[in-house]
């Protein structure tokens, strides 16, 4: 799990909009933008669809299979569908813009 696993985002993304209709081409069903508060923990849990996202405000350090990440604004991240993980976001919270597919 690296930046070289979502080169479909880039930082340079633009706009939220931009994001979207990128992600809706490369066949996601969703793009979603996600706020979190400062400080908060989510432990280990799945999710039933991929999600490849990129970080646009603050910053989360994400653990999967065995390997946590600090991430920040212009960083990428996948979460492959069914793949435990844990998240944590710092003390001014974080936001991203997150596609998801979901399978079919």
């Known amino acids: 799990m690296s930046n070289d696993d979502l ?3 880039p930082a340079s993304a633009g706009t939220f909009e931009d994001f979207e209709i990128s992600a809706r081409a490369l066949g996601f069903d969703e ?27 603050g910053e989360m350090w994400l653990t999967c299979e065995g390997q946590t990440r600090h991430l920040g604004p212009g960083d ?5 569908t069914g793949t435990p993980h844990a998240e944590r976001y710092g003390p ?9 597919r979901n399978p079919r």
Do not use: I, M, Q, S
């Open 7 to 9: 080169k479909v985002f």
């Open 76 to 80: 990428t991240f996948l979460v492959p």
């Open 31 to 57: 793009a979603v933008v996600r706020d979190w508060a400062p400080d908060t923990v989510l432990p280990e849990h799945t999710h039933p669809f991929e999600a490849n996202a990129l970080v646009t405000k």
């Open 92 to 100: 001014k919270g974080a936001t991203y813009w997150v596609a998801r």
